[in-house]
């Protein structure tokens, strides 16, 4: 598989704030590719920066052979951008919206009348086609902006927290419509602070702090975490945190729904494991090892701030 976007020690500072450090990373062209972090990560920069909308200063970037540097007019013409909070006008129709975007885009009448309904056909917009952009749900706004993103047929797809705030359902539809663009031979990028999500990628990158912590296919990234991973059936987690915080060697603690999830540097020997069930303050009804999740690992990764995996 060729690499299609490439990043080699890219870094960016805003003033005295460091957003980005020596950040190297290859996607494949065709690829479903993730960047999962916190807010103030560094995703949004990294992503404006490869859209050619802030300047380049440290590193080196590419797209399908083009410099960010020096070929701007190029790259733009390859590449779909939805930042976080997509300008649809409100007062136009749905179908205003698309043909505005297709105008600006310089997308050609006979391309047009080509790419509505392909872009209909997926988002389901067609019903509402004349409905104004003011009045369609959350989901479907977004499924309107990305429409408008694709409209000149990009080849690289940029995403910038596209689900962020939508319900459940709109943001199932939505993964679905960019697995599909994936199928079709389109290469995505794109942030999310949900893990669910991060599991619908081909590979997530976890940044922090401007760094990648780990990099990997998202099935695969809990061989990431560090430790050994408990979870704690408890009537109420919260007031066992500081049992295990302060009376145990616990490497994390952290409330997952209605248990909780202790980590040790070590598996715990069953005298030691009885133990630390008999001496808490409050009933344990179980404590078991288990495998991470992806989340437990992002949060492992984060408090250690491990270097990055080769
Ligand atoms: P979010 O999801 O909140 O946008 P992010 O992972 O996309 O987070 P960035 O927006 O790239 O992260 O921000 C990285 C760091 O750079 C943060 O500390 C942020 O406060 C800072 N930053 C971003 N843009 C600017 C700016 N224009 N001026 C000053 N600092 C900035």
């Known amino acids: ?49 490869l859209c050619t909308l802030l300047p380049l200063e440290e590193g080196q970037m590419q797209l399908a052979g083009f410099e960010v540097r020096r070929d701007v007019a190029a790259i733009r013409s390859i590449l779909g951008y939805m930042p976080q909070r997509f300008s649809l006008y409100p007062d136009l129709s749905v179908e205003q919206n698309l043909l505005f975007f297709a105008d600006l ?10 790419r509505l309904p392909q872009l209909y056909h997926f988002s389901k917009l067609e019903p509402f086609k004349n409905r104004l952009a003011k009045q369609l749900s959350g989901g479907m706004k977004q ?13 690289i797809l940029i995403l910038d927290e596209p689900t962020t705030g939508v319900d459940p359902v709109s943001r199932r539809e ?19 602070p949900y893990m669910d999500e991060a599991l619908l990628c081909n590979r997530v990158a976890f940044m922090h702090k401007g760094k990648v912590l780990a990099l990997d296919d998202p099935r695969l990234i809990t061989k990431h975490f560090p430790h050994t991973l408990y979870e704690v059936a408890t009537p109420a987690p919260q007031l066992l945190v500081p049992y295990f915080k302060t009376a145990h060697a616990c490497e994390s603690v952290q409330i997952f729904g209605d248990r909780l999830h202790v980590s040790f540097a070590a598996p ?19 404590m078991r090892q288990i495998a991470p999740g992806i ?6 990764l984060m408090k250690n701030r491990i270097s990055p995996q080769p």
């Not at 460091?18 to 972090?37: D, H, K, M, W, Y």
């Not at 885009?105 to 080509?114: H, Q």
């Not at 939505?174 to 999310?192: A, E, K, M, N, Y």
Request: hydrophobic share 40%; aromatic share 6%.
């Open 143 to 155: 499924k309107l902006a990305l429409s408008c993103t694709l409209i000149h047929t990009p080849k």
């Open 268 to 286: 715990l020997a069953d005298a030691m494991l009885k133990s630390v069930v008999q001496s808490a303050p409050q009933p344990v009804i179980e």
């Open 1 to 49: 598989m060729s690499e299609i976007i490439t990043i080699q020690n890219f870094g960016k500072s805003y003033g005295k704030i460091r957003a980005v450090e020596g950040l190297t990373l290859a996607i494949n062209s065709g690829e479903l590719f993730g960047l999962i972090g916190p807010d103030g990560a560094g995703k949004t920069t990294t992503m404006r920066t």
């Open 295 to 300: 989340e437990d690992t992002f949060m492992a």
């Open 105 to 114: 885009f310089g997308v050609s009448a006979a391309e047009k009348k080509k």
């Open 174 to 192: 939505f993964w679905q419509i960019l697995q599909q663009l994936r199928d079709d031979g389109v290469t995505i990028l794109v942030s999310t």
